[in-house]
């Protein structure tokens, strides 16, 4: 009954390869985003989808992808991976609305380009 | 676009101690102010938030605080125990947008 669930947990590849992530999230929200979150931590937005829509389309190469077949799911899919993609993706969800609501983040995956 | 600035980015205190971080935002429009701890191997999780119609907020040992004319806000964990120990993130959002600080290393002493 995990509320955004994401898939897989750790992810190893070799440069040039194309990996796909999977999200989906059972709260009923509205809104989908990817974060990425480097070795120091920093949490940066890369894209976000309101039903289905792109909202949000931070500078993010065009190697990267994302997909939402419906509002419950976004995928991500990168191509010709590069080294400097390792890092740790995730998947969140949040419910639009006046006044803010939260969001709420899966538990990552942690992609290691070799 | 928002920036969010976050200090300090390491803060160590002793088991029972208080420990308070602080964040600036510069965009007034922001209305919403989330904080997220993150344990290791996980992803962030809410602890507690504030909206812009609001001062001050607490839930037992958190308490948040906004001064919107400063434009910051602050997160106060008293009586710190050794799993509290995390690192803690503040944010600021408008709308669907969210802009995160850089994170602060909160590490307690037992």
């Known amino acids: 009954d995990t509320a955004v669930s994401q898939t897989p947990k750790y992810l190893v590849t070799q440069m040039g390869n194309d990996k796909s992530i999977k999200c989906e999230q059972n709260l009923g929200h509205d809104t989908m985003y990817w974060y990425k979150q480097d070795s120091k931590k920093f949490l940066k937005i890369m894209f976000s989808?309101?039903?289905?829509?792109?909202?949000i389309n931070e500078t993010v190469p065009n190697r990267f992808s994302p997909k939402s077949p419906d509002k419950a799911h976004l995928n991500l899919h990168i191509n010709s991976l590069e080294l400097g993609d390792s890092a740790v993706y995730f998947c969140a969800s949040s419910q639009t609305g006046t006044g803010g609501s939260p969001l709420h983040f899966g538990n990552g995956t942690r992609l290691t380009v070799t | 676009g928002e920036n969010v600035e976050q200090h300090p980015s390491t803060l160590s205190v002793q088991e029972g101690d208080s420990a308070v971080i602080k964040c600036t935002y510069s965009d007034s429009a922001s209305n919403y102010f989330p904080w997220y701890k993150q344990e290791l191997g996980k992803g962030p999780q809410l602890i507690i938030d504030?909206?812009?119609?609001?001062g001050e907020k607490k839930d037992q040992r958190i308490a948040v605080t906004l001064n919107k004319t400063a434009k910051h806000f602050s997160l106060h964990i008293t009586e710190t125990q050794p799993e509290d120990s995390a690192v803690y993130f503040c944010?600021?959002?408008?709308?669907?947008?969210?802009?995160f600080g850089t994170g602060t290393s909160l590490t307690v002493i037992p």
């Open positions: 944010a600021a959002a408008g709308g669907n947008q969210f802009y």
């Open positions: 989808y309101n039903n289905k829509e792109l909202i």
């Open positions: 504030i909206r812009s119609n609001v």
